[in-house]
Structure formats: C-alpha cells, structure tokens
C-alpha cells in the first residue's frame, strides 16, 4: 500500500525567508503524480505544485519549488520568500494511475512578521 | 474559489441520528471525490465517482455511509445512525478529464459534529 509521510507536524519561517517542509513516501510503482496542496484555516484546500515521476526535472511554480529525489523516494517543498498568506496546513500527496489521492499528515506552517 | 460547493457548512447531530452532505462540483468535474478529514489529520479517501458510477469505495467507508451521484451531476453523502467517531469534516472535490494527472478541486468541508 501506498504511504505519506511528512515528518514535521510543525514549521515556522521569518516573513522573506525560505523554508523547506520534508515528505517522504512509499510506492512500488514507477509512474506516479505526487502534489504539494495547501489548506489555509477555514478555506479550501488548493493545489501548490505538480511533479510527474517520470520527469527529472523538478517543478516549479513561481516562489515554490519542489526537490524530488526518485530514488530516494523524497518530495520536499521549498517556499522562498515567506508572505504572511502562506500560512496554512501543507499536505504531500501522492496518486499512482488509481484515482485515489493519498495526503500525509500535514505539516503547520506559521509564517512570522 | 474552485468552484466546488458543499452544505451544510456545520452540522451538529445527536448520535443515532442520520445526517446527509451535498455536494456540488461544476459541471465540467466528471469525477468526484469525497474525503474524510479529522482534526489535525490528512484527508483519508472515502469513495469517488466517474459521472454517475461509483468506482471506488474505501474500506472506511461502513455500511452506515452511502453515496450517490445521480445524473453526475451533485452528489451526497449520507450517515445513518451516526456515532461519536464520526465527527469529522467531510472533504468533496472535483475534477476534469480522465487524466489521473488531473489537479483535484476541492470544496470548503461541512463538519459534522455528533454529540
């Protein structure tokens, strides 16, 4: 079966600083989708970032940016140049060709002025 | 606004009672998806829906829940005879193609509380 983890229940960052939250996962497959979604207090949860397995290069999506380690089996997010709007619940999910979306635990981000 | 819409928001429930969730995705969301998130927690995947057919059920999901998604269009989720652990909020999410790379659109929950 397949798993997320995401070690750090909590995180905190100084506004303009960069922050890295960490997600591991466990897959047999070799072709697979893993997602960053972030779920602000009291909001809907939203898509931050996309990377196909298959690809080499890791995705980017302005300030966020992914480090996908295949082998490894690792998917961390960096978020560089912290706005106070990027506190929120982060969630590393993962989807192999069945459409079910596997989330981890979460991890609180707290962004300080 | 992802375009996904869920009611009630809030619903506070006496344990035995029934309670159902509808769920209201825009009309190009030919799949739909519903979750299960409690406090503090991922969202664990409950069951989801290709238009009209339900194609997946999660062993979480009991025979006390049912789902249904006539026409593909709305779609509802029903508790009968709630108990305590059901307390939760309870995800709905869209999305289109049948790309399983599709991004997944997710409604704002209705929290369920049995008291």
């Known amino acids: 079966a397949q798993t997320v983890t995401q070690s750090q229940p909590e995180m905190s960052v100084q506004e303009a600083e960069t922050v890295t939250l960490s997600c591991t996962y466990d897959?047999?497959?070799?072709?697979?989708?893993l997602f960053w979604y972030k779920q602000p207090p009291s909001r809907q949860m939203i898509l931050v970032i996309r990377?196909?397995?298959?690809?080499?290069q890791n995705a980017t999506e302005n300030r966020f940016s992914v480090n996908f380690q295949k082998a490894a089996k690792s998917f961390s997010l960096k978020i560089s140049d912290s706005q106070l709007g990027d506190a929120a619940m982060y969630f590393c999910?993962?989807?192999?060709?069945?459409?079910?979306?596997?989330f981890g635990e979460g991890t609180q981000l707290t962004v300080n002025p | 606004d992802t375009g996904v819409s869920q009611n009630p928001r809030h619903k506070i429930t006496k344990r035995g009672q029934n309670v159902t969730f509808r769920c209201d995705p825009i009309?190009?969301?030919?799949?739909l998806y519903w979750y299960r998130q409690t406090l503090g927690q991922g969202p664990e995947f409950l069951t989801y829906?290709?238009?009209?057919?339900?194609?997946?059920k999660s062993r979480l999901l009991s025979d006390r829940f049912s789902a249904e998604r006539p026409k593909g269009s709305f779609s509802t989720l029903e508790i009968q005879r709630t108990e305590q652990g059901d307390s939760a909020m309870y995800l709905c999410?869209?999305?289109?193609?049948?790309?399983?790379?599709?991004?997944?659109?997710f409604g704002e929950g209705s929290r369920l509380t049995v008291l």
């Open positions: 999410a869209g999305s289109i193609g049948l790309r399983y790379t599709g991004e997944l659109f």
């Open positions: 990377q196909e397995a298959y690809k080499q």
């Open positions: 897959t047999s497959e070799s072709d697979y989708y």
């Open positions: 829906f290709q238009n009209e057919a339900q194609l997946e």
């Open positions: 999910a993962y989807r192999f060709s069945g459409s079910r979306l596997t």
């Open positions: 009309s190009e969301h030919n799949r």
